[in-house]
């Protein structure tokens, strides 16, 4: 009897727990209503390639993730991973906001042991449900040699994605998962995982979970915006903003006023991109942002805001040095 690897399956909700009394429809169902258990139970494949516990750690559509959700999900993946003969963890979750609790994941944990979050576009009820195959593949690769040493990974569709990267591109196509700038770091067909390329950071900050989180917001720059916004969320104490900017970091003339005068009162301003892809530069010294706003590099807004929380909920004093918060962003 050969003696399979112990893999730890902790459910947090999403359309893969979903349930829907119409298995023709796709798109008219209830998120998070099947407990992990009945999950596992569909995919009797399972028992051929793990020896599987499973706890129920959230049962949530993904948006309206909250940080309390984040914060007990990294204590039990915390938790697991210390524990000997415990070989990976597995995380299912909603679609809709995974990349950002898998940027949260990839921040604190120091994953000794492969942790792995899965998904699904199609609710477990529905005809050709993507669920039970993208968490079958999730358990292959937190299994799997080639996924040591590789920090948080994200599986769906056949592929492995670092945490870092991938981002969700699509409103309801099965291959909806993409990491737009760098590409996936492997894939899986069956038995075979092969995970050839190395993460832009396997490495990562390992920074704690917070126990306060700051106010962080997210604002896009687009045709004619108004301050207003800033303004009042500057008001209300906010203590970073992450700006969805134009093109390579472009912000309209009217944010860049409101932005700096946030700036100047202390509150942390980021630059990402709202295309999709590729880095935002950091400005030459002579322009006039230059040492004001930073660069999230090649984070999108989203991720950009889960690093500025854990950043600041950290070193608070960090909003105000912003040469400081661009070596933690080009670092990450
Ligand atoms: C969710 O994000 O929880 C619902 C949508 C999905 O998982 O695809």
Redesign the pocket.
């Known amino acids: 009897m050969p003696q399979f690897p112990r893999i730890v399956v902790l459910a947090t909700?999403?359309?893969?727990?979903?349930g829907s009394a119409n298995p023709a429809s796709s798109a008219r169902y209830q998120?998070?209503t099947v407990p992990v258990a009945t999950l596992l139970a569909a995919v009797p494949a399972l028992q051929s390639v793990a020896r599987i516990e499973a706890e129920q750690v959230a049962q949530?559509?993904?948006?309206?993730?909250v940080f309390a959700f984040w914060s007990a999900l990294a204590a039990r993946v915390r938790h697991w991973s210390g524990e000997p003969d415990v070989a990976g963890i597995v995380v299912t979750?909603?679609?809709?906001?995974?990349e950002e609790t898998a940027m949260f994941l990839h921040l604190t944990q120091a994953c000794p042991v492969p942790v792995v979050l899965t998904?699904?576009?199609?609710?477990s009820t529905s005809l050709s449900a993507d669920g039970p195959l993208n968490l079958l593949d999730a358990v292959r690769v937190a299994a799997h040699p080639d996924a040591r040493g590789k920090g948080v990974l994200v599986v769906l569709n056949q592929q492995v994605h670092a945490a870092r990267d991938v981002t969700?591109a699509h409103t309801s196509a099965v291959d909806?998962f993409v990491s737009p700038s760098c590409g996936p770091l492997g894939f899986v067909q069956d038995d075979l995982v092969r995970i050839p390329r190395v993460p832009v950071r396997a490495d990562n900050a390992a920074l704690p979970a917070p126990q306060q989180w700051p106010e962080v917001e997210i604002i896009a720059s687009y045709a004619q915006p108004g301050r207003v916004a800033v303004d009042a969320m500057v008001a209300a104490g906010v203590r970073g903003l992450v700006v969805a900017a134009a093109g390579n970091g472009s912000v309209h003339e009217t944010l860049v006023a409101a932005l700096k005068d946030a700036a100047a009162t202390g509150v942390a301003v980021v630059r990402s991109s709202r295309t999709g892809a590729g880095h935002v530069a950091i400005p030459p010294v002579a322009d006039p942002v230059a040492g004001v706003f930073v660069s999230a590099a090649d984070l999108n807004p989203y991720k950009a805001r889960v690093l500025l929380l854990l950043a600041l909920a950290q070193e608070p004093g960090l909003a105000a040095e912003p040469d400081r918060l661009q070596a933690l962003f080009a670092s990450v």
Request: overall charge neutral; hydrophobic content about 40%.
């Open positions: 909700g999403g359309t893969i727990a979903g998120a998070a949530v559509d993904s948006k309206d993730m979750h909603g679609t809709d906001t995974l998904a699904a576009m199609r609710p969700k909806a």
